[in-house]
T-cell receptor, first 114, second 117 residues
Framework: KQEVTQIPAALSVPEGENLVLNCSFTDSAIYNLQWFRQDPGKGLTSLLLIQSSQREQTSGRLNASLDKSSGRSTLYIAASQPGDSATYLC?????????????FGEGTQLTVNP | GAGVSQSPRYKVAKRGQDVALRCDPI?????LFWYQQALGQGPEFLTYFQNEAQLDKSGLPSDRFFAERPEGSVSTLKIQRTQQEDSAVYLC???????????????FGSGTQLSVL
């Protein structure tokens, strides 16, 4: 059974810092990996999607990397802003099923202090 | 619509009561998913529809949980004889693609927060 772990569970940084969020998964047979953002009382917003054949994806100040063989992904946030405060979730889609279920980590709660 | 819409936003139920949660996916989206998110946890998969067909219901925790999407658009998640452990946020998501293996992003609703007393 696929298990997804995110470290740290919570992170508090001053505005302007660069930071890295970590995600690891136990089964490397994945189809893709996504990073989501969740604001309190809100649904999830997809930030970046990395296909299994890719190594990284970038969007603005966000960069996500994928090392499938070692079962790891990182989300790098440059020049953090208070508006980046949210919970960040990573999720993997398995290769062996024909469905589209995602397995999520428990998330990293990020606070960026002004 | 502009996004995935879920109702009600909040639901308080007495233990043993039946509840029905509604999801309006983005217009034209073929795939629809239900997830359950307990406090402080990541979402857990419940079930998946492709149009009106329920292709995967392996995540439903018990036979008290039932989901339908009779016309391939709006979906309802029904929980019978609710119990305290059913308290969670129930998230609905949709995507345009109708293929099982898809690289398309999912669009999530804001969820229904269910509290069972």
């Amino acid at each position: 059974k696929q298990e997804v772990t995110q470290i740290p569970a919570a992170l508090s940084v001053p505005e302007g810092e660069n930071l890295v969020l970590n995600c690891s998964f136990t089964d490397s047979a994945i189809y893709n990996l996504q990073w989501f953002r969740q604001d309190p009382g809100k649904g999830l917003t997809s930030l970046l999607l990395i296909q299994s054949s890719q190594r990284e994806q970038t969007s603005g100040r966000l960069n996500a990397s994928l090392d499938k063989s070692s079962g790891r992904s990182t989300l790098y946030i440059a020049a953090s802003q208070p508006g980046d405060s949210a919970t960040y979730l990573c999720a993997v889609r398995p290769r062996e099923t024909s469905g589209s279920r995602l397995t999520f980590g428990e998330g990293t709660q990020l606070t960026v202090n002004p | 619509g502009a996004g995935v819409s879920q109702s009600p936003r909040y639901k308080v139920a007495k233990r043993g009561q039946d509840v029905a949660l509604r999801c309006d996916p983005i217009s034209g989206h073929v795939s629809l998913f239900w997830y359950q998110q307990a406090l402080g946890q990541g979402p857990e998969f419940l079930t998946y529809f492709q149009n009106e067909a329920q292709l995967d219901k392996s995540g439903l925790p018990s036979d008290r949980f039932f989901a339908e999407r009779p016309e391939g658009s709006v979906s309802t998640l029904k929980i019978q004889r609710t119990q305290q452990e059913d308290s969670a946020v129930y998230l609905c998501a949709s995507s345009r693609n109708d293929r099982g293996l898809s690289n398309e992003k999912l669009f999530f609703g804001s969820g229904t927060q269910l509290s069972v007393l």
